[in-house]
Structure formats: structure tokens, C-alpha cells
């Protein structure tokens, strides 16, 4: 086999490519626009990942917000259930960092945070707090600088939600939230760009609030006034090409820099440039003929390559080459051929395996259905009377499917009596009883009448604390004292928790 670099030296030292120092400068210019194109591509994409991952947080922390003020408990509760709510949010979605409740009038209500719960001596008067003016005005939520806090220096985004309670004319209060902004953050400056580039947050005057190197958190850069690429000084000090994107929430405006070294990006386009210049200095003496006979015998086989790969780029995996050479471009259409059939038969075995997996997966989803079914079993066991078990742990998602089967099992089965039986429940805390107290009185709205079996002292403390002792219904320590009350045609009473003897009525 001929080498090729053997081809070249010959042709090359036989003639003269003086149309190549031409074609070399095109080349070069072309390649240094291409190699900053293809920065830039690069650091737009990457800052456009950046706003997206900020933007989705805060419109996450919205949108939890919006749904605290909304429930039930928040809207209709007494303080001590609003003051358990926001606790419960706090520190469920790990969100915020704080949760306020201010009146119409500004006066902080209720307060808790990661740190605990507000006294009353620490909750203050934001009647002249301008997030608060601008949310009660426009009734519409506002956003406040970012601040770091004073512990753990973590950044935190200030909001402002306004809501209005169902009947009420005007505003009904003020939620005011610390969203736990380093979350997102985090993940946006340790975007990788490139090797030595970064993504730098900077606050609307320029000040640098999150950067991977932390000893540059503070800086000020003098930031271009429009968001086109430019090439200028970074938060490191050396000279970055640098995409500018802004985020705005509310009147607050965050600004995402994408910088990377201008000679990190120029050093693939000068190694090409040197490339380029050893070649012209080498077959500077070669002749004009000779260079194009040179490039028509070298480029054609390369573009009958090109052409088939565009072709399989879009498709067609039957495209093939013939092998027309015995040098290294022969064997690159080789190459070629098996690569093209190499593609051919993986897409063929990827098909394949996309149809076991899609059976895989409809057998998963029969399997999931069919233990959803059994793992809310309602159990007659007397005419009219429906027993419920309640094994395991409880959760909300649970406690909907549980709720769903008590109702429509109940309306089936037109029972009288509905027993639920939590002797197997895994741990009882305050949300399985706000669950428990929906399933009773959600009984009770379709005509039946329920009846609460397997309590525990823990569990009657709970309920006393919850409020779940003012509800009529009846109580039994055993399933079996339940049924036979059941039975026997029992009504309900105040709460009370019976030694496993029917409970007297008298």
C-alpha cells in the first residue's frame, strides 16, 4: 500500500502551490469565524440552560407558594393549624428558607423558618416595606433583591405573594418567602465551559453574586449596556469572550455571564493556522498545475465520502462508497462501508430492543395497577357493614387511593357502617390523622356511618391535638369489638375510645 504522506511530498516538492497561499489565508479567516461561531453557539446554549434552570426555580417557589395560600387549612384554619402548614412546606420541598404571613395591614401574623418558629417579640411591622406596598397594590407577587444570609451565606430570593381569601374585596394578606436560591445557582456556575470558562452571576450594577471560584464573589465588572457577545475584561480579570443573558423577575433583574478565555478559544484556530502555514512553506516551490492535480486526485474520493455521509446524516443507510485507492484514503472508504453497515445493524437491534422494552413496560404498568387494587382492600363482613384495613405507610398519594375506594366501596356496596381498621398502619403522626379525619368525615357526607378501629393512646393523643376528638364518631381498640358494635347496630357519639366492649349510649 502506497502511503499517502509519500503521494504528497512528491507532488508537492514536483510543484509549485502558490494558489494555496491564497487559499490558506481564506481558510484561515474562514476557520477563525467558524471557531467563534461555534464559541458562541456554544456559550448561548449554555446561558440559555442557565435562565432556564433559574427561571423553572422561581416559578417552582411561585407556584408553591400560590398553593399554600390556598389550602384549605391556610385559608379556613386556626393560627396554630396556618403556623403547622407552613412548617410542614418549609420543610417538605426544602424551597424557602422562611415563611411569613402579614395581615392587610403589614403586621406580621405568624412566622417560621429553617432556624424554627417566630415569637411573638420577633415578628415586626412591614406596613413600610416596599415589596409589601408594590404586592398589596398591584396585587400581583414581587421579588426583592437577592441577599445572602447572615449564617450559612446561602443566597435567598425575597417574594411577596399577595392572596385574597374566597369572599373577601381586597387583599387578605401578604405570604412573604426567602427562596433557597443557592440550590439552583450551584448547579449553574458549575456548568461546564469549555476548559478554563465559567458562568458568572452579577446582580444589575455588575457586582459578581455567584461564581465557581468563591474568591470572586464581590468583584465589580463593567458590564456591556446591551446583551451582544463581546469580547472584553471577565470577573477573573483576563480578557473572555463573554454572552451576556438576562433574567428578570419583577422589577429585580439577574444577569448571567457565559465567559471563556479568548485564547482558549482561538487555540484550536492557531493550530490550524500553524498547520496551515508549514504546509505552504513546504510546497511553496511546487508548481500551479501540479497543486491542482494534486487537490482534484486527493478531494474527489473525499467529497464521494462527504456526499454519502450527508446522505447517511439524513437517513439513508444504504448510501456506500467504492473503494477506488490502496493509500489511507482507500482505506478510509473501507472504513466507511463497515461504519455505514455497522449503523445499519445497530438501528435494526435498537428497534428490536424498543419493542422489549415497550413490552416490558405495558407488563409493569398491568403489575402496578394490580398492586394499587390490593393494596386498598374493602371487606364486607355483614350486611351493610364494610370493613377497610389499613396496612403500612400512609402517605398523601396512599391516602387519596384509600379515600377513593372507602367512597366508591361504600356507595357500591350501600353500606351502613364503614370501619376502618388502622391497627397495621406503620407510624401515626399528624398527617395520617388529618388523612384518617377526611376518610370519617367524607363517610359520613355519603350516609354511612364511620367507625375508627385499632387506636392506640398515641394515636387518641394525636387526634386530641389535631382537633380529631370533636368529630362524632365511634372508636374501638380492637376490629373485632368494631364489627360486633357494627353488628349489633351501634350510632354514633362524641369520641371515645372503648376496652374492647361496645361502647354504652345511654
Do not use: C
Not at 424551597?95 to 402579614?102: K, R, T
Amino acid at each position: 500500500m502506497r502511503s499517502i504522506r509519500t503521494v504528497w511530498l512528491t507532488i508537492l516538492l514536483l510543484f509549485a502551490l502558490l494558489p494555496m497561499l491564497v487559499v490558506g489565508g481564506v481558510l484561515s479567516w474562514i476557520g477563525r469565524d467558524l471557531q467563534i461561531r461555534q464559541a458562541l453557539s456554544i456559550q448561548h446554549e449554555i446561558a440559555k440552560r442557565s435562565e432556564a434552570l433559574v427561571v423553572n426555580f422561581v416559578e417552582e417557589a411561585l407556584l408553591e407558594a400560590n398553593i399554600l395560600v390556598r389550602t384549605p387549612a391556610f385559608v379556613n384554619g386556626s393560627p396554630e393549624q396556618q403556623r403547622a402548614l407552613l412548617s410542614q412546606t418549609l420543610f417538605e420541598r426544602n424551597l424557602f428558607d422562611s415563611l411569613v404571613i402579614a395581615d392587610a395591614a403589614g403586621v406580621e401574623r405568624l412566622g417560621v423558618s429553617r432556624l424554627g418558629i417566630a415569637r411573638s417579640d420577633q415578628l415586626t411591622n412591614r406596613a413600610s416595606d416596599p415589596m409589601f406596598a408594590a404586592a398589596v397594590s398591584t396585587e400581583q407577587p414581587t421579588f426583592g433583591e437577592l441577599r445572602t444570609h447572615p449564617l450559612n451565606g446561602e443566597l435567598l430570593l425575597p417574594i411577596a405573594l399577595p392572596y385574597r381569601f374566597p369572599g373577601a374585596a381586597s387583599v387578605t394578606g401578604v405570604l412573604f418567602a426567602e427562596a433557597r436560591m443557592s440550590r439552583v445557582i450551584e448547579q449553574v456556575v458549575n456548568i461546564p465551559v469549555g476548559m478554563n470558562g465559567a458562568v458568572t452571576l452579577f446582580n444589575r450594577n455588575g457586582q459578581v453574586i455567584a461564581h465557581r471560584n468563591r474568591d470572586l464573589i464581590g468583584r465589580t465588572v463593567a458590564l456591556p449596556v446591551t446583551d451582544e457577545p463581546q469580547t472584553l475584561s471577565g470577573a477573573a480579570g483576563t480578557i473572555v469572550l463573554m454572552t451576556l443573558r438576562d433574567v428578570v423577575t419583577g422589577d429585580y433583574i439577574l444577569r448571567i455571564a457565559v465567559e471563556q478565555p479568548v485564547d482558549e478559544v482561538y487555540q484550536p484556530f492557531v493550530q490550524n493556522l500553524q498547520i496551515i502555514a508549514a504546509l505552504v512553506a513546504l510546497t511553496a516551490s511546487a508548481a500551479v498545475v501540479g497543486s491542482m492535480i494534486a487537490v482534484q486526485t486527493i478531494t474527489r474520493p473525499i467529497l464521494h465520502l462527504a456526499h454519502a455521509s450527508e446522505a447517511i446524516s439524513v437517513g439513508d443507510l444504504s448510501q456506500r462508497v467504492l473503494v477506488t485507492r490502496r493509500d489511507e484514503i482507500g482505506l478510509l472508504q473501507q472504513n466507511f462501508n463497515r461504519m455505514a453497515e455497522n449503523i445499519l445493524a445497530q438501528q435494526t437491534a435498537l428497534a428490536a430492543r424498543n419493542a422489549e422494552l415497550e413490552q416490558s413496560m405495558q407488563a409493569q404498568r398491568r403489575l402496578f395497577e394490580t398492586v394499587q387494587q390490593l393494596s386498598t382492600p374493602l371487606l364486607p363482613v355483614w350486611e351493610g357493614v364494610v370493613v377497610m384495613p389499613i396496612i403500612g405507610h400512609v402517605d398523601a398519594e396512599r391516602g387519596r387511593a384509600i379515600l377513593d375506594a372507602l367512597l366508591h366501596g361504600i356507595a357500591e356496596r350501600r353500606a351502613r357502617v364503614a370501619i376502618l381498621d388502622i391497627t397495621g398502619i406503620a407510624a401515626v403522626d399528624t398527617s395520617v390523622i388529618a388523612i384518617l379525619t377526611r376518610m370519617m368525615q367524607a363517610a359520613a357526607l355519603i350516609g354511612a356511618t364511620p367507625m375508627l378501629a385499632g387506636i392506640s393512646a398515641v394515636t387518641a393523643h394525636l387526634m386530641v391535638q389535631q382537633g380529631a376528638a370533636d368529630l362524632k364518631v365511634q372508636t374501638y381498640r380492637t376490629l373485632q369489638s368494631a364489627i360486633m358494635a357494627a353488628i349489633e347496630g351501634d350510632r354514633p357519639f362524641p369520641l371515645r375510645v372503648s376496652n374492647g366492649r361496645q361502647p354504652r349510649t345511654g
